[in-house]
Structures are given as C-alpha cells and as structure tokens.
C-alpha cells in the first residue's frame, strides 16, 4: 500500500445481515511426501475427485477433472501424474497455457518432493539430464501446450498427457492451425487478387481501401467455401511465397498446407485469419498417442466448449465439489465508478467523468478523478483488457510512469511480482497469470472478452450467435476477475470500467450461470458503488485493508447474498452440449476432405438446433451442409446437388434478419426472395431521386441539412435529421404523435425501426424510465396502425453519444432493444448521401435496370433496410454483442 492518508470511514450498504458460514475444507490426517514448504494433507475435495479417478477413470481415454481456482488443482494433477509414473511406468506430460505456469507448476512439484522438470523454450536449450529422465519415466515433463501442438513435437511420447488450465484451452490449441495475416504485409492485398472473380469485387475496395466507402473496424467477413476450393492453387501461390522460411508464420502455413481447401478464411481491414473451425487435433500423434488425456480446468462448462477447443469427443467429467460452489477462492470487490454519484459536498477533490472519442464505450475522464483516487490506494495494480490500446490508455490516464509499467509476459509478470510498485497491463490474459497474496491486490477491468480472434468476432457480431460463445465469455470474465485472488484466503479489489463490462455484469442473463459467490460479490458491488465519489474511495480502502468496518459490514452483506444465490445453466448449454459431438465429427471429415461425410454430419449439428436463440448457429450449419455437399457434388456423389441447394434454402430461411450469408452465398436468382423490407427500400429511393429529389440542387440541400442536423446534439434539430434520414433510407419516415413515444419511426413492408434519440446525454446514465418507455415504442405503433403485431426482426433503437446504462435497467430491457451511438447514425447518413449520389447518375441516363442498378449500389453502401438493421444492433442493452 502506498503511504496515503486514510480516507474518511466508509458508509456501507445495509441489505439484509444473515451471516452464512462458509464451508471450511477438512484436513485429512495423511500426510503426503513432501519439502519442509510443501502441503502435508489434502483437502476433503481433493480426496473425492481423487477417489473418483481411481474408481471409475483410470482407463478412460479421456477425462476431465473440475476444481475451482484455489482448490488445489495443481497438486490434485500431479498427484494423479507421478501415480501413473510410478505405477504404470509411463511417461508424463503436464502441459500449461504459459511458460510462467509451467514454472509454477514445476516449482510446486518440488515443493511436494515430485520428481518435474521444466521443458519449456527451445528444445535445444534443455538439459539432456532432464530429458533422460522424463524418457525413462523417472520424472515428470512440465512444458508449455506449444511444445505438443508443434510440427514436429519432441515431447511425442508422452503415455500420460494432462493439460492444465484447460478452460483456457482454445486458442492455444488452435492457433497451431490458425494463420494470421496483417493488414502491413503484402500478402494481405495480394489474397484478395488470388481470390480474383470467385468474392464479390468490392470486397477488396472495402477491405483494402482508405476512402469513405471502405468498411468499419467492426466489420470481419467470412468468404464462400467455393471460392476457396475454386481458386486454391492461387491461394496456395501466394502464401508459399509470403512467408520466410523459419518464420513463425511459414509454420503456421506448414500445419494448414495439405488441408487448406478445408480451411474457413475470414477477413477484416486488420487482418486475415485462415483456420478450421475445430483444431484437427485426431491426427496429431503427440496428442493422439497418449493412453489418456487428462484436462485440469477451473470450469468445465456446460455446452461443450471442452471438445471443441480439443477436438475430442467424448471426454468423461469429473464435477468440482458441491460445497466449493459458496466458498470461492478468495474476496473481491467489485468497484463500478460509473455508477458513483458527484456530490459537491464531499467531493470537492473528485471530477466527474467525461468520454472521450477514442475508445468505444470506456469513459476515461480527462480530469483527476475517483478512478485515479482509487488506484492511488495500492501500489501495485493490474489493468486487465481484451484490447492492449485500451490497458496503455488507461495507465496513461492513471499517470503510470514508464519505470513502473509491465507489459505482461512470462518474464515480466516474475518482475512485477517482486516489484514494490508497478502497473501490469495485461490484454487478452484471462488465464496464466496467478498474482497471489501481495503481489497485487488491485485490478481494474475493461471490456466484454467477447473476441480473442476473428472467428469469435464474426460468431459475435457477424453471426449474431452470441449465445453459442456466452460459456466462453464467461469463462473469461470469471477467470480474468479471479488473477489476484488465488486461494481463499486470498482478497483483491476489482474495478470495472466502462459501460460495456459494466453492462454486462449488470445483465441476470450473463451473471445467473457464474458461481454464487461471484454473483454475490458483483451484486454487492453493484449496490455499494451507488454512492459518492468520496464514499466509494472509502469503502475500497476498507476492502483492501480488511479492516473492521469491512468485516463487519461488508462480510455479511456478500454473505446474506451469496445465501439467496442460485446457478443457473445458459438456456442453450444442453443443447450445444449435444451438438459438440457433431461438429468434431463434421470438422474432421471435412479436413480429410470427406465432404459427403462432412455434410451428413453437419445436417446432424442443424437439426439438433432447434431452438429460436440458436437459429443464428443453425443458419452457419446449414451453409456449411450446403456447401460440403456442392463439393460432394463435384467429386461425383449423386443427389449431391439438390441436396446443396435444398439446405441453402434452409439457411438462408434462418439466417433472415441478418446479411453475412447473402454476402457469403447469396441464391441463384432463381430461388431468392428478395426481402420485402429491402424491395420496398428500392422501390421508395427510385421515386424520391425522380421525384422530390429530382433537382440537383434540392438534393444537396436537403442531403448537407440533414448531415449538420445529425452532426450536431440539440434535440429538435437531431430528431428532425433523424426523420430525414428514414426518407433517404426509402422509409416511410415520421415522428410518431403522441405522448412517449418514439422520436422518430422507420417502417418498410415487414420491418420496422424506431429511434429514441437523447443526443443532448453525452454522460449520464440511461434510466430505468427511459428503457420501459422504449420498450414499448413498437407495441404502440401496432397499435396505432391497428395490427396486433410488429413485424418479425423489428427493432428499437436508443441513440445517444454515451452507452452507459443504469444497472437496474438491464434486466428489464426487451431484446428488441438497442443502444447506437450517435456516430453510427451519422455514419449511415453519409452511407445513405454517397449511394444516393453514385445512383442518380445511372437514372438520369435512362437506365432500364434502375431497380437492380439501385439494389447493388444500396448494396454496396450498407444501406439496405436489412443492412442498416445491422449496423443498429451491435449494442443490445440486455445480452451481449
């Protein structure tokens, strides 16, 4: 702790005060052989998953074993290996995330008289002493996950494989099949050339270009599965002559060369990301080999994310015990300084918060403020993001001087540990960082971990199949929120920032299937942080001191909370859990090319996804189906071929509401539909430009006043702007009459869009009253036109340049609504300016094909009624992107 004064006693919230003991772990009475520093009994919790074992696991290929962080999950793993060294003479393997967890893991084996040694850089630099005893079974391999996910494995041998951390599993596994490319190397233009006619021409404009037609930063596209076995060889080309030989990258390729027409290809303007779906871990000896496989993991999940992130099915569960889930591993409290209130009484010394342009959703004020007061209380402090620009912006906000930042990585998160003070930033490291006791006792958290890579970002946001990536996200909200608390007794202070994350563990729907102790931390946290700057800052130094205002208050409040907590699976857990057998058998026969199988599997994945949430995923199964068979087709299968275009129907039918697949694999014109909304689209701009919009003149005009309305934040003018923009939208556009309804409404046949706009709210919070009203802006337009129904895929939109949310508005949002900030509709009006603009000149000449020429340049400028839903709905309120 730093030398600050002590802030004035805190002022607790004061819910209900049952105190609920918390189990205590019995101590067994044997004792284990170990170093004077190491643990002489186990835990009861231990024993039993280690009865289980013995019982019912020691032949299963596969299995599992679920022990929370703090419980002893290292020691119950090498227990488990150094009984197989001994007793079956085999060789073992414990494979970590991280070279500083291999270290870790190695150290504790010592501690406990475990023969281990560390395995980790380059194989070249190993002892060959340590490397003799592992291949003679007399010691315990401890190694990174790297060195058996590698080409060529020197660790191939292994008869035992247990992998540590395996919650955390997926992108290290993957990546040994994933190959990125940026956007500063060549071959990130050159792709798009070898793709040639086979993508939609102005992919390669939108991508690549720097003018104001090119796409968003948000945007990542996944190409056609045809286009890629259409035009291999070219692709094969340019990345055997991209890549230096022994470049990381050149070995990536290695891994997807002789399978690469089995590889999904998704691109954004940063990057290319080029992998299969599920790692095709089955034909890998080095993991294959072994005669079992044996996953350690703080939690194991419920939807099947285990055999996905492996690609190995069926891998048998031994659950954590039942009594860990109120004990925990370790107090935290959860600190939300967006929730704080100024008061100019107490809070002289405090600003309030202001946003700025840079960073979506993250508030980082420009003046000294209570999250600078609060990360003054500890002199040593982890900023956790999914984003490094994000961590960076934030230290620099905090004043971190460059002698006490740590970018973290193995070696720099050993330094600041032993640092007396320090800022770790830390992006995207849920897992493999354990800063136990004093080596950090305050975090600070931002973003919603939605997307670790592009694929996750177009499962996320393209898709809108976020429900299939909620245990992921999960996952590493709980494990990221968990880095400074190792052990139960162990406490931190966690700051969230920024509306995002804070959005999120306001929303029952995410936080329901986290351990009620966590539940009961953020709701605890959640009502405490409703208070003034000055109170907040003191009850954090209550926290981190643990002092008697905190035990005596703070303690029986999480506790009576914890108490009334229930756990809850995600809705659709059961059913991806089903369906992850099925898609690790369809990625494995379509990276054998075995499409016919593949396709057949993958119709499996489809029909067992059957519920409306999971529509989404159902429509990304269907297409692969579709596509499986059409390349079945041209190897000869018969009936391949209808039963392609049969099931591209059936995508196309559950992907309605979204475009990725009619820019993926739009139908052949004679089987699509268009969608009414964007007809009636067409069909409404083509009368407006020969009409009203005719004269040049009065096309500018209206154009650039609605653009200053739109671009400026008082009310009236912006609500009329946002009126006129509807028009250019092809909408029948207006401000509805009435009390408490919508600023302004956007109705197409079958789809309607109503817009809240509070441009003049640059930092407060969005009310409980404000959400309940939008909730029913679509109920009263039904109303107003006498249906008893808004269509299908309608939405409602509220505008403002802040997206914080009040927390007890969360719950109650509909799903039909949205938060947009105001620059994603000026950014739409500019859209709607350039299409309108590029399509007059083609109907001043006369053009007959003026509805096609109008639906390819909407098309091509997302303007779409479709597209423009789209674009309004990245931000649900309740749920996450």
Known sequence: MTNVPRPARPVFPTPGRSQVAAATPEILFGELPR???????????????????????????????ELPTGSGKTLVGLLVGEWRRRSLGQRVVYACPTRQLALQVAEAAARQGIDAHALIDSHRSWDPRQVTTYTRSQSIAVTTYSHIFNSHSHLADAKTLIFDDAHAAEG??????????????????????????AIDPQLATRMGGEGADTSTAHEVRLLPLSAVHQRHGEIDSILDAGFASG????????????????????????????????????????????????????????????????????????????????????????????????????????????????????EIPDEPTALQRLAELAAKRLVLTQRRPTATTIADHLGVPSSERFVASDTSVTAFKAAARGTLIAANRYDGMDLADQSCRFMIMAEVPTASHLQDRFLSGKLRASDVLAERIRTRVVQGAGRCTRGPQDWAVVVILGEELLRYLSDNDNTQSMPVELQAEIEFGLLASTTSYSNLVALTHSALEQDEDWRRLGEPAIADARARGVRTAQPLAAALADSAAYEVVAWRHAWLGDWDTAARAAVGVMEGLTAAAARPYRALWAYFASSWFSLAASAGTPGATARAAELL??????????????????????????????????????????????????????????????AQSDAGPYEVGLVELGRFLGADSFKPAGQGRADAAWVWEDLWITLEAKSEQTTQRLSMDYVRQANT?????????????WPADSVSTVVAPSLLVDPDAVPIAAPHLHLSGTDVILDIAHDAHRALSALRPGLASGDVQASDLAARTLWDHKVLPTQVRERLTRNPIRGTR
């Open 35 to 65: 170093r004077r520093d190491g643990v002489g009994a186990l835990w009861s919790h231990q024993v039993d998953q280690l009865r289980d074992y013995q019982r019912d696991h020691l032949d299963t290929l596969d299995i599992a074993l």
């Open 172 to 197: 290290y596994v993957a990546e040994a099949w994933a190959l990125e490319v940026e956007r500063s190397s060549t071959v990130y233009h050159d792709l798009f050339d070898a793709f040639g006619d």
């Open 247 to 362: 470049s990381d990258a050149r070995f990536r390729f290695s891994m997807l060369r002789a399978n690469l027409a089995s590889c999904l290809f998704y691109v954004s303007r940063a990057g290319w990301y080029i992998r299969p779906m599920i790692p095709p871990t089955f034909e890998h000896a080095a993991y294959t080999d072994p005669a079992q496989r044996i996953y350690l993991s703080a939690t194991l999940g419920e939807a099947g994310e285990l055999e996905r992130a492996f690609g190995r099915s069926p891998i048998a569960r031994i659950p954590s015990p039942a009594a860990w889930e109120r004990t925990g591993s370790g107090r935290r409290f959860f600190v939300f300084p967006d929730l704080a209130e100024f008061d100019p009484a107490t809070d002289l010394t405090v600003v309030e918060a202001t946003a700025p342009d840079e960073l979506d959703g993250l």
């Open 649 to 710: 129907k059936l995508a196309h039918a559950a992907a309605t509401g979204t475009v990725w697949l009619r820019e993926v694999q739009p139908l052949p014109p004679e089987a699509a539909a268009p969608e009414q909304c964007d007809q009636d689209a067409i069909t409404r701009i083509l009368a407006l430009l020969g009409g009203p919009l005719r004269s040049s003149s009065t096309f500018g005009s209206r154009a650039q006043t609605m653009l200053g309305q739109l």
């Open 777 to 789: 802006h679509l109920d009263s337009m039904a109303a107003d036109k006498g249906v008893d129904e």
